[in-house]
């Protein structure tokens, strides 16, 4: 009965290296997120998607490209992968851009 | 634009104890959200409450309470007797009434409950 899934877990990796996350939720909601939590637990919002369609792109790389194939997921998939890449990596998804966000478990990245 | 402000980076309490984390919160607009989310060790974001501009009525649930003044810009959050359980980093979070916005978030306050 998952909210918002996110795959995988944990995910270690060798510099330059290309690697996707998968998210999906379960609640119907028409707006999904991906944020970044850095090694000093500060979040920062990267992409926003409602209905399929990019809403919000903050100045990210562009090694970064969100996919959101239907109103239920959003990947996330990062080319070249650096060093400073190494993050948790956060899902959320809310019905409307003012409710309650509901987030994922979280993706963390390791790149060696 | 738009700020969030947690002044606290860390605070230590002995189980009992009463403590409030404070945010203050920066925008021009007049109808905006604030939110708060707890992140236990465990690491996920778990959502606990959300307030519009427009309702400053505090609010308790539980052990917890919430005191929104627009007066001084602050959202503040109280727990009262705390547990061992309420360990964990704790964000102040602000979004606008704008499609195309999404939370700004304070950078945390880490409670530690000791037993």
């Known amino acids: 009965d998952t909210a918002v899934s996110q795959t995988p877990k944990y995910l270690v990796t060798q510099m330059g290296n290309d690697k996707s996350i998968k998210c999906e939720q379960n609640?119907?909601?028409?707006?999904m997120y991906w944020y970044k939590q850095d090694s000093k637990k500060f979040l920062k919002i990267m992409f926003s998607y409602n209905n399929k369609e990019l809403i919000i792109n903050e100045t990210v790389p562009n090694r970064f490209s969100p996919k959101s194939p239907d109103k239920a997921h959003l990947n996330l998939h990062i080319n070249s992968l650096e060093l400073g890449d190494s993050a948790v990596y956060f899902c959320?998804?809310?019905?409307?851009?003012?409710?309650?966000?509901?987030f994922g478990p979280g993706t963390r990245l390791t790149v060696l | 634009a738009q700020k969030v402000t947690q002044a606290q980076t860390e605070i230590s309490v002995v189980e009992k104890e009463d403590v409030t984390l404070d945010c203050v919160y920066e925008?021009?607009?007049?109808?905006?959200?604030l939110f708060w989310y707890k992140q236990p060790p465990s690491g996920e974001l778990v959502f606990l409450i959300r307030?519009?501009?427009?309702?400053?009525q505090n609010e308790i649930s539980g052990r917890y309470s919430w005191n929104f003044q627009k007066s001084t810009s602050s959202f503040n959050f109280t727990i009262t007797a705390s547990q061992v359980v309420d360990s964990a980093v704790y964000f102040c979070?602000?979004?606008?009434?704008?499609?195309?916005?999404?939370?700004?978030f304070g950078k945390g306050t880490t409670l530690s409950v000791s037993s």
């Open positions: 925008t021009r607009d007049t109808t905006y959200y």
């Open positions: 959320a998804s809310s019905q409307a851009y003012y409710n309650e966000q509901f």
């Open positions: 609640l119907g909601h028409d707006t």
């Open positions: 979070a602000l979004t606008l009434n704008q499609a195309g916005t999404a939370l700004i």
């Open positions: 307030r519009n501009s427009f309702d400053e």
